[in-house]
C-alpha cells in the first residue's frame, strides 16, 4: 500500500515562502502523475498542480500560476512545492496524491489513501 508523508508547512506572513515535500513508498512512484491538494477551512479538498511523471510537465490551477512550483525526484520518490508570495488565501493543509491525466481543477488523488497532510498558514 502506498504512503505519502508531506512535510514543510508552518506559519509564514504574507509574501512569503515554503517548500513542501512529499516521500512516497510502497509504490513504483516514478510511473505516476503527482499533484498537490489542498484543503482550506469549510472547503473541499482541491488540486493545486501536478506534474507529469513522463517528462515533468506541470500544471498549475490560476490561483497559483506564477507563484508556486511543483518539481519531483524520482530517485527519492520525493514531489516538492515551492510556494512563493504567499497569500492568507493559501492557508490550508497541503496533501500530495496521484493524478490522472489530463489534469484539472477538479482533478481527484488516485490512491486508496491520503496522507496526513502538512499544514500552512499564512498570516496577513
Known amino acids: 500500500q502506498v504512503q505519502l508523508v508531506e512535510s514543510g508547512g508552518g506559519l509564514v506572513q504574507a509574501g512569503g515562502s515554503l517548500r513542501l515535500s512529499c516521500a512516497c513508498s510502497?509504490?513504483?512512484?516514478?510511473?505516476?502523475?503527482m499533484g498537490w491538494f489542498r484543503r482550506a477551512p469549510g472547503k473541499e479538498r482541491d488540486l493545486v498542480a501536478a506534474?507529469?511523471?513522463?517528462?515533468?510537465?506541470?500544471y498549475y490551477v490560476d490561483s497559483v500560476k506564477g507563484r508556486f512550483t511543483i518539481s519531483r525526484d524520482n530517485d527519492k520518490n520525493t514531489v516538492y512545492l515551492q510556494m512563493n508570495s504567499l497569500k492568507p488565501e493559501d492557508t490550508a493543509v497541503y496533501y500530495c496524491?496521484?493524478?490522472?491525466?489530463?489534469?484539472?481543477?477538479?482533478?481527484?488523488?488516485?490512491?486508496?489513501?491520503w496522507g496526513k497532510g502538512t499544514l500552512v498558514t499564512v498570516s496577513s
Open positions: 496524491n496521484a493524478v490522472l491525466w489530463p489534469f484539472s481543477a477538479t482533478s481527484k488523488g488516485t490512491f486508496g489513501s
Open positions: 510502497g509504490g513504483t512512484f516514478s510511473v505516476y502523475h
Open positions: 506534474i507529469t511523471w513522463t517528462d515533468g510537465k506541470p
